[in-house]
């Protein structure tokens, strides 16, 4: 690259910084009760949100600072570790089970997802293979060994089970495809073809049936399947415009389950109410348009795929989140970027807008 840097994209920088700010302050008003319960200390997530935060700003100003061209360099090195990172995590006895999945790597309440990191290196080796003499024209030879790679991805990832981290994968690899020039019959062939398979490891487990109906109707069965949906939708409710107040929640008082994780959300309309709410996905649209705005100007066909699937990720992530939580979506675990509270989460989440940044600063 012979070209010179400029400044970074500042509105993306900021935004991402407010939304960093948004999360701590969060994370600590939805958790510090339910902290004190079960640590005796207020404070425990959020000195775990700071720390993490901490973390993951020193990551995004290095990566922010390193040529984004590097990672292509390592692109199938970090693939395969991310593989064996995925197999590893699940033989009894290395693999941690938390939430009901095999997921977790560590010591502790300390620890790391594969899949977090699966992610990112999808995202990183499909910019490279596709930013290559890689045609998507054909089908079989074009498109369907990508396909095959994620895919394989996929399929560990649901041996975990974690349906929704597959899935944010899945939809980033997807813009990724479609960015580099996927015919839209496959993909919509595609589409048809991952729809059926949904169906089908819907009918594989009766739980995630259980999931559906519960996300359909969730008074059908008030304390069961459908009780996160519903304790949600009584925290938004009273929320009402402007919000109960900061740190007023009610339903955090151990009425709705993981408050400082997958549904901090409901938090934020509780206390902020909808013009808070409303803030935070003004700010995430805003990173979404931003990255968009980098991965269209990139100046080489790597950047601008490898842009696009990290805003891929971010989108998608939010989606099914915000979903979640006002009912729209069954529940599947997924948290809010930047906002829940998170570790390897957080940290390969602020890594990413660096290396985004890093190509904003190439940006025609």
């Known amino acids: 690259m012979g070209k010179a840097r400029s400044a970074p994209d500042f509105v993306l920088m900021a935004a991402t910084l407010m939304l960093l700010a948004i999360g701590v302050v969060m994370v600590y008003s939805a958790s510090a009760v339910l902290a004190y319960h079960d640590f005796g200390d207020y404070f425990y997530y959020l000195k775990r949100q700071l720390l993490f935060a901490g973390l993951g700003v020193a990551a995004m100003i290095t990566t922010m600072n390193v040529d984004y061209w590097v990672w292509k360099k390592y ?9 064996a990172l995925l197999v590893i995590v699940l033989i009894p006895g290395i693999g941690v089970v938390r939430g009901g999945a095999r997921s977790w790597l560590g010591i502790g309440s300390f620890g790391i997802q594969p899949s977090e990191f699966m992610k990112m290196g999808i995202v990183v080796y499909l910019a490279k293979l596709l930013s290559e003499e890689w045609s998507l024209s054909r089908f079989f030879k074009g498109l369907l060994p990508p396909l095959g790679i994620v895919g394989a991805a996929f399929g560990l990832i649901m041996l975990q089970p974690d349906l929704g981290t597959g899935v944010v994968m899945v939809g980033a690899a997807m813009l990724i495809l479609f960015a580099a020039g996927a015919r839209l019959p496959h993909l919509a062939g595609l589409g048809a073809l991952g729809l059926a398979g949904f169906v089908g ?28 949906i519903i304790q949600s939708l009584y925290a938004i409710g009273p929320g009402g415009l402007v919000g109960l107040g900061l740190g007023m929640s009610r339903q955090k ?10 549904f901090i959300f409901a938090i934020v309309g509780e206390e902020l109410g ?15 348009w931003r990255g968009m705005r980098t991965a269209i100007t990139a100046p080489d066909a790597f950047g601008g795929l ?6 891929g990720i971010i989108a998608v992530q939010v989606i099914i989140n915000i979903g979640v939580v006002i009912g729209m979506f069954p529940v599947t675990g997924i948290t809010l970027p930047l906002i829940s509270a998170g570790g390897s989460s957080l940290t390969l989440m602020l890594t990413a807008i660096g290396i985004l940044l890093n190509i904003s600063r190439y940006a025609r």
């Open 75 to 83: 692109a199938k090195l970090a693939l395969i570790v991310c593989f």
């Open 306 to 311: 490898l842009a696009a699937g990290i805003v």
């Open 201 to 228: 490891l819907i009918a594989a487990a009766p739980y995630r049936l259980q999931r559906i109906t519960g996300f359909l109707n969730p008074w059908s069965d008030p304390l069961g399947t459908g009780y996160q």
């Open 274 to 288: 909808f013009i808070g709410g409303a803030f935070v996905l003004g700010l995430f649209a805003l990173v979404v």
């Open 253 to 262: 008082y151990s009425y709705l389950p993981e408050p400082q994780t997958d």
